[in-house]
Nanobody, 123 residues
Framework: QVQLVESGGGLVQPGGSLRLSCAVSGRSLSGLNVAWFRQAPGKERTFVAGIWWLGDSTYDGDSVKGRYTISRDSAKNTVYLQMNSLKVEDTAVYYC????????????????WGQGTQVTVSS
């Protein structure tokens, strides 16, 4: 049984940084593509970034590109999301999700989900 557990969320001031972790258990990251989504209050869950099991990454449009970096540590079976220059509008619950299928922005294509971690950007 594949399980994803996120950690690293919290309260940070605008301009600050956080690093989220997604620990995967039940199978190795080999052949598994992992993405981060976020959901702000009253809004739909949206794609943030994804990383292929071979290492290539992709990001959502202009909203996070240049500020967020997704990476993976196969030895630790963990995927990270480094978030820099955080803005108030980045406030959301962040979820990691995994699929053996290609990375996509469509949340329904992901088989496995974590419980989410809250990120609040506020002064």
């Amino acid at each position: 049984q594949v399980q994803l557990v996120e950690s690293g969320g919290g309260l940070v001031q605008p301009g600050g940084s956080l690093r989220l972790s997604c620990a995967v258990s039940g199978r190795s990251l080999s052949g598994l593509n992992v993405a981060w989504f976020r959901q702000a209050p009253g809004k739909e869950r949206t794609f943030v970034a994804g990383i292929w099991w071979l290492g290539d990454s992709t990001y959502d449009g202009d909203s996070v590109k240049g500020r967020y970096t997704i990476s993976r540590d196969s030895a630790k079976n963990t995927v990270y999301l480094q978030m820099n220059s955080l803005k108030v509008e980045d406030t959301a619950v962040y979820y990691c999700a995994a699929t053996p299928r290609p990375i996509t922005t469509a949340s329904m294509q992901y088989d496995y989900w974590g419980q989410g971690t809250q990120v609040t950007v506020s002064s």
